[in-house]
Structures are given as C-alpha cells and as structure tokens.
C-alpha cells in the first residue's frame, strides 16, 4: 500500500472523528436511545438509501486512492464528511471504524428469474419483470433449510488490518448483525406479485405451504445466527432509522452473550398493502409472530400503508416501532399509535426527485409534528426510498435545512 495514500485515509479518518465525538453527535445518539425509549423527545431526523453516484456536489466524493481496498475505505469517509458538511440532520457518525462479522449463507434453494431494464446505468434501482419460478408446484422440492458459515479468519484479517491503515487516528470495533426479513418482498421476487394475490383468493393453501417453508428457513438462519454469536444490539442502524434502545430489564449483556433475546426484530410485507387486514394477518403476522417472540423488540413496517392495521400489529408482545410510511394517514396512525410504540415516519421521496418545494417539505413534517404532538408519539423522521435526486444533490441539502429548521423552532436546536 502507498504511505501517502494512508496519510490521507488517515487525515478523513482525523477529520472524520473529530465531528463524531463533537457534543452534537453525543446528544443525537442520545436522542436516537431516548426515542426508542419511547421518550418524546425532538425526533431524529436521517436521509437513507441515497443515490451517492448522484451526490458528488462541489467533487467532494472524489477519490484518490488507487489501491481498491483503500479506495473503498476512502470513500466511505468521505461520505461520511459529506453528511456532515452539507445535510442539516442526524448522521449517523459513530465514533469508530466498525467491521461487520462475515458469514457465508446457502439460501434455501430458490433462485429469482427475472428481466432487467435500467434507463440510468449507475443506478441500482432499476425496473424488474419477475418469472414466477413456484408456478411448478414441484419447484418446492428443491428448498432446503439455510446454512450459515462463520469466518472469523476473515474477522481477524479485516480488523487488524484496518487497525494497520487507522492506526491511532480511529478505533476498530469488530460487530455482528441485526435481523432484517421480509419474506413477501423475496417471496414477491421469486414470482411476481400478481401470482401471489391470485393464490390468496384461489389456492391460498399453497401459498401457506409457501410461507411456512420461508419461517422454516429464517427459524434455522436465527438459530445459527445466535449460535455463532453474529446478532449484536449495537448495530445504530435499523434499516435507515436508530437501532438505539435500552435493553429490556435496562441490563446491557456482556458482548461474549449477544443472541436474539437482545436484538430488534425487523418486519414487514410491503406488497400486502393491497389486501385486506384479516389476509395480511392471515399470511404474515401470524407466521412472523414465533420469530418475533424471539427477540428484544419488534420494527414492523415498511412502504406498505398500516394506518387500518395498526390494531393487528398489536399482537406482537413485543412491538415498539411502527413504520408510517407516505401512502399512510398519519393523523390515524398517530392517534392508535399514542405513546406505546415508536412512529417512524417516512415522508414522501418524490419531493426531493426533481423540483424540490420547502413549502411542501414544510407542510409533511409539520403535519407530523401536530399530529405526534396531540397524541403523544415519540417518532422518528427518515427520508429513504431515494431513488433519484436528477443529479441535484441540491434537493436534499434542501430537505434536510427545511425539517431540521422546523423542528429546530418546535423543540429547540439539535
């Protein structure tokens, strides 16, 4: 590796920790906690799953390492400053270089068939025509439980030599995973959406036979996940909103001990937004529900409205967050939600996809503000689902001055 190149990963390293330990970024990770905590307190505000080959404002993502594994580290601090310099929200800069446990996972034995077509080639978000691989009830035949592999040479590698590029310039921590399933998104995947809604009406009892195999299969992914000790509660991110939270019993386990009794479990069915309630609980909650009685707290929730549905998502005993996505009434989810659950806002990405109005972006926040406000919710407030800014990093930087001005005047400065 050249020494000039880690000089200068070093110097965004510096730089870098110098805005995670301000007492800024200490009061927002409290808040991150105290939200969770189920405490109102000014709402965390975050953008995520952000178009970056669209962000490179004032070139301030350009890189200059040639070596690709400083590169990539380079870049991921450049990121991060960039947050910083030019959004007004809650980045989430944590005060360490954190390397993730590595694993290796068989899958269950299904594989997409799909067709792609994408008008802008380095955008990730693309258009899919799904081909609906269960159409051969046979095709089940081939499903197996998962198999996970730990790598903990490959930990090892990876820790020490990020610790060689940091040097004393930022702390390497070595942490494991949190859980994200959502079975209908990969279900939807494997067959188009279509096929599924017809066999809810027609032949639901496959579309069961289906679902059981999926929580047959992450029942088996939990167990092995927890016996290799890859869970870990730390994780600050909870798909693009804070993971933060007190640990039930307000007792922090000792990091040798990480398991599923300690984590979030994160849910959702976005494509049942289309069926009734008594179907979505039915298909999905009623599958999830011994997956979720696992785990510390439950994240139920994605793009799917939940306003009509709220009542069901109840029966998690451990249900603490619930996403309220732009297609939902807030004003009713607000009033079921009260103060029991978190309300995770999430405001509409299309205001920031070409014309960016404040006004607009004032008025969505604010209504959510009132209406957490005369129900007593603690929320949180993340903007994500960005598919594309038209190459104006502009809009954003726009966004985030707007909400954060606005709460800034409700509850006082972050």
């Not at 307190?41 to 962000?55: N, T, Y």
């Not at 016996?227 to 040798?256: A, K, M, N, W």
């Amino acid at each position: 590796m050249n020494i000039k190149e880690i000089a200068m990963v070093r110097e965004l390293a510096k730089q870098y920790m110098e805005a995670a330990c301000t007492e800024r970024h200490i009061r927002m990770r409290r808040r991150f906690r105290d939200t969770n905590d189920l405490k109102c307190v000014r709402p965390p505000v975050l953008m995520d799953e952000i178009p970056w080959h669209e962000m490179n404002y004032e070139h301030a993502l350009d890189c200059v390492c040639e070596d690709d594994r400083l590169r990539g580290i380079e870049y991921a601090l450049r990121v991060g400053l960039y947050r910083e310099k030019y959004f007004k929200c809650d980045n989430m800069l944590e005060p360490f270089w954190v390397v993730r446990k590595s694993f290796s996972n068989t899958g269950n034995g299904f594989a997409i068939k799909e067709d792609r077509l994408a008008v802008d080639q380095n955008n990730g978000i693309v258009s899919h025509r799904y081909y609906d691989v269960f159409e051969d009830e046979a095709v089940l035949a081939q499903y197996h439980d998962p198999v996970i592999t730990p790598h903990p040479e490959r930990d090892a590698e990876q820790v020490a030599f990020m610790q060689e590029v940091l040097g004393d310039t930022m702390p390497v921590v070595l942490q494991g995973h949190g859980i994200y399933y959502a079975p209908w998104d990969r279900i939807a995947m494997l067959r188009g959406v279509e096929p599924i809604l017809i066999d809810m009406y027609d032949n639901p009892e496959y579309l069961h036979t289906i679902i059981a195999l999926f929580t047959r299969g992450m029942q088996a992914e939990m167990d092995q996940m927890e016996q290799y000790g890859l869970y870990d509660p730390r994780v600050i991110s909870l798909h693009c909103t804070p993971g933060s939270v007190t640990q039930p019993g307000g007792r922090e386990p000792d990091e040798g001990a990480f398991g599923c009794r300690h984590i979030w479990f994160r849910t959702m069915a976005q494509m049942f937004s289309s069926v009734s309630p008594d179907m979505h609980d039915e298909f999905d909650i009623q599958y999830s529900l011994p997956l979720a009685r696992r785990c510390a707290y439950t994240y139920y929730g994605c793009c799917e409205p939940l306003h009509d549905r709220i009542d069901i998502l109840k029966q998690y005993p451990n249900l603490r967050k619930i996403g309220v996505s732009p297609w939902a009434d807030v004003e009713r989810s607000a009033e079921i939600i009260g103060g029991d659950y978190v309300l995770s806002r999430k405001p509409n990405p299309a205001h920031v996809a070409a014309v960016t109005d404040p006004e607009v972006i004032r008025c969505e926040i604010t209504e959510t503000v009132l209406a957490a406000q005369k129900y007593g919710c603690p929320f949180d407030y993340t903007l994500k689902d960005i598919s594309t800014v038209g190459y104006r990093p502009q809009n954003l930087m726009v966004w985030a001055e707007v909400v954060s001005d606005v709460l800034d005047g409700l509850y006082g400065e972050a």
